[in-house]
């Protein structure tokens, strides 16, 4: 009896630095990965929320950054590190329910433990000022006029702006052309010469131009409540079926301790709440939306369900 106390009593002891671990963390810089360049609407949502997210949790929160191939060079920059909560991947929602040659035998939901949703935002559908259009009914019709003589810009092939154009082409019954870029500022560029003619992108990377009078906001890819983007209407209206949303998610390595996992989905959800974050990103139509993590990886298999079905319909190739 004597022995089975010591044994008990060495178990808990051995227990206790793992426990004292998690009540402490974080107790260093948590890095924060963000699989797009520098300068860009992901890049400028995850600086401003990964700076108020090292102010709930005591800690700087270091974004890297880290762009190209589908997200996954980042994904390996988490997936190479250990599975303690310091290192985080901040992908877009693209990166995680496109299927790429890849990543097609993966399940990015058993290499990563999902923490909390951090924006959820449609895209709004926008043309060159050149073209004689002000709706997505007159943009339809001036496309079946002008059959294969009308395209669509992306910045690559298997974005979701990408998969948007040819949701768009699929349910307006449409033959219009895709002209991949290998970035968005580029295709916004030759958007507002009219060298692009169309394009479905967020409303961050659109609004200056829009504003300038260059390019045209048509309608939204799905119902928001931003002040700005509430006002255009919704392509519903004119092509029913036609909705999609674009977001941001953190995520840690699988093997993340529940408890790490719960107090950042904690902390995430405080940040999301500060007004000023809020009002900031309003008038480019980016919403900031926290969720459990099983909710959040119930969207994933959504959304990758959605996209697939799409992807072998149309019978697009992705690298």
């Known amino acids: 009896m004597k022995k089975k106390i010591l044994g008990a009593a060495a178990l808990i002891l051995g227990m206790l630095p793992l426990g004292q671990a998690l009540a402490e963390y974080p107790e260093r810089p948590i890095r924060m990965v963000i699989p797009f360049a520098a300068g860009g609407p992901a890049d400028l949502v995850g600086r401003e929320f990964a700076t108020l997210l090292g102010q709930k949790l005591g800690q700087t929160v270091v974004v890297v950054n880290l762009g190209g191939g589908h997200g996954v060079p980042a994904l390996n920059q988490v997936l190479g590190q250990d599975a303690d909560g310091y290192t985080l991947l901040m992908p877009a929602s693209g990166n995680m329910t496109v299927p790429s040659k890849v990543m097609q035998d993966k399940d990015v939901l058993a290499l990563l433990a999902p923490i909390s949703l951090l924006t959820k935002s449609p895209h709004v559908l926008v043309t060159s000022a050149k073209l004689p259009v002000k709706t997505t009914q ?69 609004k200056p131009m829009i504003d300038q009078g260059t390019v045209t906001a048509l309608a939204m890819s799905a119902p928001s409540s931003g002040s700005y983007t509430s006002t255009l209407p919704v392509i519903t209206e004119t092509l029913p079926g036609m909705e999609y949303t674009t977001w941001y998610g953190l995520f840690a390595k699988a093997g993340t301790p529940a408890e790490i996992v719960e107090k950042l989905n904690q902390a995430v959800v405080d940040t999301l709440k500060d007004p000023e974050l809020n009002k900031k990103f309003d008038p480019q139509g980016v919403e900031f939306v926290s969720s459990s993590p099983q909710e959040l990886a119930d969207l994933v298999r959504k959304d990758t369900a959605k996209w697939t079905k799409l992807i072998e319909e149309a019978d697009i190739q992705i690298d």
Not at 138 to 163: C, R, T
Request: net charge neutral; glycine share 12%; hydrophobic share 45%.
């Open 138 to 206: 007159e943009l339809i019709d001036y496309a079946k006029a002008h059959p294969g003589k009308v395209n669509f810009g992306s910045a690559g092939v298997g974005g979701v702006a990408h998969l948007g154009m040819e949701l768009f082409k699929s349910q307006a019954k449409v033959d219009v052309v895709h002209v991949p870029y290998r970035g968005t500022s580029q295709v916004i560029t030759d958007l507002a010469a009219g060298q692009v003619h169309a394009l479905f992108s967020s409303m961050p990377s659109l």
